[in-house]
Structure formats: C-alpha cells, structure tokens
C-alpha cells in the first residue's frame, strides 16, 4: 500500500504545497495550485532498480516519462538525473498502482489512473503517427 509522508517531512518553505506516498515499488508526489487544484504530479515505478522510470504530468507542460539515471547504480556520488525515455508498461503500472492506492481518497486515486491512461493513448498515437511516417 502507498503510505503518505507527514506533510511536515515533505514541505518545503516557499513552494507549493504538495504531498508524497510512497512503498517498495512506487513514489508518488503530488502538486497543488494555491486554489487547491492538483497542478502536477511525479510518479516513479521499478524504484530503487536500475530500471527506475518516472511519469511527469504539469498543468502547464503536459507528460514527460523518463529513466531514473541513478548514480548508486552506476558508482557515482551525484544526485540522481532524469533521461528522456520511450516506452511505459502501461497495463502494468495501472493494475499496480490500482492496487497500491486503494486507501488513498478516491478523487485522488481516480485522477492518477485517469493521467496513467491519457499518457498511454498520447504514447500510442505517437507510435503509429511514427509507424505511418516510415511508410511513406
């Protein structure tokens, strides 16, 4: 089950309030606007491997996904960098997910799994819109 940080942990002075959940496989950081609207998001999945991937969504910028370059993995002593990357296991992440949220509120949960399946179709449209441009 994804557990939330006491908020006190996690805030910091001169930002947005925001809220983190975590457990072994994800990390889940949520934004809200001063109007108490969720203004962005960051999920990690595969966390702590080096598999790690991260899936971004802004009010403002719409969705990034990317691989977790984490130097721990890799002998270096540097905050960990976030590498554009292709592909996410969509139908893997949902269930998931799904089942690690199940204690979190409802519009909550709902709003992430519905990001999940957006990105999923916007990743699927890019595919084919690639696959057409080959063809031609």
Not at 6 to 11: L, S, W
Not at 97 to 117: A, G, Y
Request: with cysteine; charged share 35%.
């Amino acid at each position: 089950m994804l557990s939330e940080l006491n908020v006190n942990d996690v805030q910091k002075k001169d930002e947005p309030f925001r809220r983190w959940f975590q457990n072994e496989f994800f990390d889940l950081m949520v934004w809200y606007s001063e109007n108490k609207e969720i203004s962005g998001f960051q999920l990690s999945y595969n966390k702590g491997s080096v598999n790690e991937k991260c899936l971004m969504w802004t009010k403002k910028e719409g969705f990034r996904h990317y691989s977790v370059d984490d130097p721990v993995f890799m002998g270096r002593k540097k905050a960990p960098l976030l590498v554009s990357d292709g592909i996410m296991p969509v139908k893997e992440i949902l269930l998931k997910f799904k089942e690690s949220s199940i204690n979190m509120e409802e519009f909550l949960q709902k709003f992430i799994l519905e990001k999940i399946q957006e990105f999923d179709i916007q990743q699927n449209k890019k595919r084919k819109d690639i696959l057409d441009s080959k063809k031609m």
